[in-house]
């Protein structure tokens, strides 16, 4: 059985994780913004409280969906740098095998 992988999709889906977890870890410091710009409305702050309780809740689920974002980014991240070692190992063992036939 073999598998076939894009190096460049490899890398693509690295960036990608990375670029997601970022945006989980960050997404977190902005939830005072979201309050703030809800403000209260017409002198009431039901909304504002209901979005707070959200957002606490919601970032309990983030922080435990990152942990996971992060394992899988470490992962590709050893799958990309193995390809990356047994790529230039190769390419330096052919070109060693082609000095010597010269």
């Known amino acids: 059985m ?8 490899l890398g693509a889906l690295y960036t990608n994780l990375l670029a997601t977890q970022t945006e989980f870890e960050s997404a977190s410091q902005r939830r005072s913004d979201l309050s703030s710009d809800i403000g209260t409305p017409y002198g009431r702050g039901e909304l504002r409280e209901r979005t707070e309780n959200f957002e606490s809740r919601w970032d309990d689920r983030r922080n435990k969906l990152n942990e996971g974002l992060k394992a899988v980014t470490e992962q590709a991240k050893a799958v990309l740098e193995g390809f990356g070692d047994f790529d230039t190992e190769m390419a330096a063992e052919m070109a060693a095998q082609m000095q010597e036939v010269d």
Do not use: L, N, W
């Open 2 to 9: 073999s598998v076939k992988i894009s190096y460049d999709e």
